[in-house]
């Protein structure tokens, strides 16, 4: 599985073309062929994934109940505007404008690269997100990690 880790502020191009950082470039997986597809993010950023990754998440997604209608919205709303894009020879990627106008982008943009995908922000709109932090993070990491233990299961860090 494909761990990215940083944030590298970055410009696009005249042409809307995003140059990914070499570090990034270095973690994506053969498998992947330098394919990715770029999809709506939550918090109005976007979501780029290495093909092999999106495979994976899609498949989840696809095993949906599509009878059930938050399930449904849930499916419209990640495939919506999904967009398969290649590494051109200089590293870069053509970022589709309607997903860059979804997501207020113009031409600088912060990558937030972790686990297997990396967020794709307007560099306005990721300082406002880091600005709206909670104070506490703790309290957040207790909500949310408090849950899990060693095993995988819920009930507590062990």
Known sequence: MTQFLGEFDCKLDAKGRLSLPSTIRKKVSPEAQEKFVVN??????????????????????NKLNLDVKDNRLYARYFFRGATEIELDAAGRILLP???CEHAGIDKEVVLSAFGSKIEIWSKDKYKEMIANEPDDISDLGEKVMGKINKSGEEGGVS
């Open 97 to 99: 404008k309607t997903l």
């Open 40 to 61: 709506r993010g939550y918090e109005n950023c976007l979501h780029l994934y290495p093909m092999d990754e999106w495979l994976k998440v899609s498949t989840e997604v």
